[in-house]
């Protein structure tokens, strides 16, 4: 029994499953994890090594390079890149993608533990994956006029932080910003030397007192007590009351020779939110949680603990990731339904039959609602790439519903019984109808050997549609026939085609008819395209993946090298006027020693977090770079670099964080330091290259103290020792902590202000000896001030300086093909080697690999092609119409202005499929029609005649669909845009060349062949 008489038999049965399937489907797109990208876990570890402030060399000598040393033998490495700065180094370790992360973090684990033991004993490393939950989706200022940052670090450590990491969903919530709370004790040293103590022994002293201690058991009346030896402090007074010593029996305390007293860490950042002083909640979710959901769970749950908390407290959302993908699922919605609107329309206006256009309509809503069952399956979430695919496919899923109901309404409109038109159409057009669909779902399976950026987003646009065309198909093939038996109604005798199309195909047969009889047209029309398609080919810009606005950017930032943290703040205040000035900014937050992400911040750098108005406001690029000019003219000396938020954060996940970068590896970093700032200058002379690094990072100037070991070594003294000591006077050592309810505070010893505010009192410091007696710092060392060191970096254990920049109005291809032409003027070093790394690599890679899966494709097609026809002549002739259809693409890039990137390139690999569906529609019916002993031009007039109605629907139809994304209507839309204006250019132009070209190609083959069959039999060949 064929799927068509099946469908008929069982049509109650088949439209309870599709009805009972399309109701799953509504839950289940109710329960999809939501998030702005595709849940993938990039192949790349984060190792963050912190070893309080040691020097630069000494941390690239004893930490950096044996890390480097232990990873570099895990399984899989393709790059180590380290970044060394003063107390701490980031590695960041790419793996070949395939690689079980999981499996991958325990290896690195444990080569790092092998060589812990070696490494200094305070060094701290954490190792972390990376994927998009990584990075916040919601962030929330706290700030107040009565409560200050003390107050507010509280309340968000101890009150809104548990608070909202109890919402289902979140993973943790961090807290940026505030004055986190400590005890002082400040020792006296005019104090300490008069009672011959040290600041030794206050903190041994404090560290002892501060007790609580279980001594053991006393049984006693049938009871058991837990005894308890107790000496617990928890206010200054009480700390002040520790005794450190004895003098003549008299007790020395702690307030004797120290003042305590409530204080605050000293300040390493400074945070903002819209131009005042804030403390920051960044939430971020679990990798399965629904990130609007998220979102709304956090608010909502803010405003159940709001009436708890101070009236003076404000709270503002200066980011929202939910709002984007909000967008992206209404510009979905409205693409669904300008689509649909379309395709309804096409089908009124060829079929002029309200039933058969409301059977094929059913079709759209079924298909995507089965889809999200099947997704959610798979495990996909709903994200940019696969709404993207589900905008994409509107088109192309009511293809087969188009072709299968168009071929029964025309069996109808002959007159034929219902039943039998509905078996007969249905199964006549099955297998090319089957094959068709197939060869577009087999040109997505070289997909899975495309790694990087693009094969983690565009796999899942892949898997998507490729789960939608199968499913419209099935549908096609089971339900379509069994709405038709039931509903569709053709009175006998009905025209099968309207006047007006009727004459269109007499004008396209006549137009067929010349072509088949003038042999000149198909090699001089194929030529001419080809030409055309190279000559818009050359003219096409390139880059890597699509622009978009996301309706929020980052403005990192540096100060000029060892500026202070209060000065820096006293600069950013001038940008964050000019940021409240700009009538496109909603708000923004601002770090200054810290910033998003994994990274390691000096004190004078940071990041804005800017929020835009969703609506009535100039284009992202327009605003950054109108905000760009105003800072360089208005706050000279700060390097800014801007980017979008998910730019941003895919350019971290990547490893490529900048379109342009400019790799020089060296032994001697000093050496070609004026290298890299000739080569910066010459870059930012490239028109469309902005916010240009020369990649030299200078912590600023520094005071070195060189101990004479001669001198230390006759007071018993090692440098060491002198070290501990005046890093104890400025810095101050937690002797202990106080507990306070449910949170802690330190208890830091250390000298007063006065003795750490300038290089005159630090010479003074005063330096316990073994044997009790004072001497001075100066007295053993001597001071000499260096313009300090720059932040270095080594990738695959080499010294590298990166020269990296941003692009602003031009596509990165024309950019590169200028940077390259600048680096060739140019003479390199000894020693020496330039390389191009950045966006640019991450394009060269996604490219060669695109055109092998594209390759591949079109075996995988040319395959399926010949499983249906079972001879290589009309699969030759469709292989052959597959580069004409570049004309369309080309064609359409060019006239947008739409560069060639990988989403443009992934339509035309999908276009491969679209194409082979004309075509095989086309000539099967040719096919059977010389097999039926049809000559053979009218074999393929007759075929056209036939086969032109839902040829020009399908296309019609796919075309329609993609015009919301082709204009990148809604949020999201730009993703993907590229990739619909190549498929409807290619579609446009294919289709013709199909319809046209295809019939002379099988004509001249058949021609061929015969003749050529002729010559080795005498025998004449039957058609």
Known sequence: MNLSRFATRNLRAILFVAVVLCGIGIFAAGSFPVSILPDVTFPRLEIIALSGDRPIKMMEAQITRPMEQSVATVPGVTRILAKVQRGATILSVDFNWGNDILTTEQIVNARLSQVRSSLPADTQIQVARMNPTVFPIMGVSLQSKVLSQTQLYNLATYTLKPWLGRVPGVQNVEVQGGRVPEIAVDVHPQQLAAFHLSQQDVEQAIQKTNQIQTVGLLNRQYQAYQTIVSGESTTPNQIAAIVVAHRSGVPITVGQVASVAPSVQDRTMYVTANGSEAVLLNVIRQPEANTVSVVAAVKKAMQQIRPSLPSSLQMHVFYDQSLLINDAVGSVRDAVLIGAGLAIFVLMLFLGNLRATLVTAIIIPSTLLITFIFMRLAGLTLNLMTLGALAVGIGLVIDDAIVVVENIFRHLSHGEAPSSAVVRAASEIAAPMISSTLTTVVVFMPLV?????????????????????????????????????????????????????????????????????????????????????????????????????????????????GTSLHESNRILMQIEHILMQTPSVKSFSRRTGSELGFAITLPNSGDFSVLLHRHNRPPIEEIMDNVRSRIQSTVPGVDIDFSQVLQDLIGDLSGAPAPVEIKLFTQHPSQIHDFA?????????????????????????????????????????????????????????????????????????????????????????????????????????????????????????????????????????????????????????????????????????????????????????????????????????????????????????????????????????????????????????????????VELEEAVVQAGRVRLRPIIMTTLTAILGLIPLALGLGAGAQMQQPLAIAVIGGLTFSTLFTVFYAPMLYVTFRRFQRRTARAADPEPEAA
């Open 677 to 933: 700032r000739h080569i910066a200058d010459q870059l930012g002379k490239i028109n469309g290259v902005v916010d240009v690094k020369n990649g030299i990072v200078d912590t600023g100037p520094e005071l070195v103290v060189h101990v004479d070991p001669a001198r230390a070594g006759r007071m018993g003294l090692t440098p060491g020792d002198v070290a501990q000591q005046v890093n104890g006077a400025m810095y101050g050592d937690v002797a202990t902590q106080v507990l306070l309810g449910e949170k802690t505070e330190d208890v830091r010893v250390r000298y007063p202000q006065n003795y750490r505010s300038s290089l005159q009192q630090m010479l003074l410091l005063p330096i316990r000896t073994p044997s009790g007696a004072l001497t001075t710092l100066e007295s053993l060392a001597t001071v000499q001030r260096v313009p300090g060191n720059a932040l270095l970096q080594r990738e695959n254990q080499r010294r590298l300086l990166d020269v990296t920049a941003h692009i602003s109005g031009r596509d990165l291809g024309s950019v590169m093909k200028d940077v390259q032409a600048m680096l060739a003027r140019q003479t390199v070093p000894p020693g020496v080697s330039v390389l191009l790394g950045g966006q640019y690599q991450s394009q060269k890679e996604a490219f060669n690999n695109l055109i092998m899966v594209l390759g591949l494709a079109i075996l995988l097609v040319y395959a399926v092609m010949l499983f249906q026809f079972g001879s290589f002549t009309s699969p030759s002739v469709i292989l052959l119409i597959m580069p004409l259809s570049l004309f369309g693409v080309t064609l359409g890039l060019w006239v947008t202005g739409t560069p060639l990137n990988v989403s443009s390139f992934m339509g035309a690999i999908m276009l491969v499929g679209i194409v082979v569906k004309n075509g095989i529609l086309l000539l099967d019916q040719a096919q059977n029609a010389e097999l039926e002993g």
């Open 449 to 561: 050997l495309l790694s990087g950026v693009a094969g983690a987003f565009f796999t899942a646009l892949a898997i998507t549609l490729t789960i939608a065309l199968m499913v419209s198909l099935l549908l096609a093939l089971l339900v379509s026939p069994s709405l038709c038996a039931a509903f569709l109604r053709v009175r006998p005798g009905a025209e099968e085609h309207g006047r007006l199309f009727e004459k269109f195909i007499h004008l396209y047969e006549r137009t067929l008819r010349f072509c088949l009889r003038q042999k000149w047209v198909l090699p001089a029309g194929a030529a001419a395209a080809l030409a055309c398609t190279l000559f818009f080919a050359s003219h096409l810009g390139s880059g890597f993946m699509p622009d978009m606005d996301e309706g929020a950017f980052i403005l990192d930032y540096k100060t000029p090298p």
